[in-house]
């Protein structure tokens, strides 16, 4: 088989991708290396097709799955992606490496949050900090939840904490920085986005 090397160039990987799938048509691995080449090409729609059929050619393939479950999200269409995330769950369990549930969680409490259930996302955001404690990008989103859930003094903790673990993580500052300006902490909105300004140069709304 044609094993996913990320040294290779998108266009001869999706050539020998390509070659793989056609001369093993049944092979849920070739289809979803195939489906990756394409990924890399930018190309999500053909990506998801290929996905498909990997699943197709093996319903316990758990990674063809969750590749199938990003491209939906990256398309926008968050309730297949949310379906389809779950399915990837039920099969992994706990068995799976905490760096790879805590993506699974994540992107399914942003999918979540996308068709507007922040309640249901704050539960996967957490179960995602459970499985990788020092995921910033989850902290910034949970935050987010929790804002949307009219719980600002919950929403700023969480940011903080995010700043702790990484003081570099601007989004955190523009988000705090937001919120103490609606609370009407305008000093302490004032000093987050200048903070902003220092770590992301030109930043349009800061």
Request: with cysteine; hydrophobic share 40%.
């Amino acid at each position: 088989g044609v094993s996913y090397r990320v040294a290779e160039s998108p266009n001869s990987l999706f050539l020998n991708c390509t070659a793989a799938a056609e001369i093993y048509p049944k092979s849920s691995f070739g289809w979803n290396n195939l489906g990756l080449s394409r990924w890399e090409l930018g190309q999500t729609a053909v990506a998801l097709e290929n996905f498909n059929r990997a699943i197709e050619a093996n319903q316990s393939n758990a990674e063809a799955w969750n590749n199938r479950s990003s491209a939906l999200l990256n398309l926008g269409r968050y309730q297949e992606a949310i379906d389809s995330y779950r399915m990837v769950l039920s099969m992994m369990g706990t068995r799976g490496h905490p760096k790879v549930l805590a993506a699974l969680e994540y992107n399914l409490g942003l999918a979540l949050k996308q068709i507007g259930k922040p309640g249901e996302s704050e539960q996967h955001f957490r179960r995602a900090l459970q499985y990788d404690e020092f995921d910033v990008r989850v902290m910034e989103h949970l935050g987010v939840t929790l804002a949307l859930l009219n719980r600002p003094q919950e929403a700023i903790a969480m940011w903080q904490h995010a700043l702790r673990v990484n003081p570099k993580h601007f989004p955190a500052h523009y988000n705090l920085g937001l919120m103490f300006a609606q609370l009407g902490q305008m000093n302490q909105a004032a000093d987050h986005m200048r903070r902003v300004l220092q770590l992301h140069p030109g930043h349009s709304e800061a």
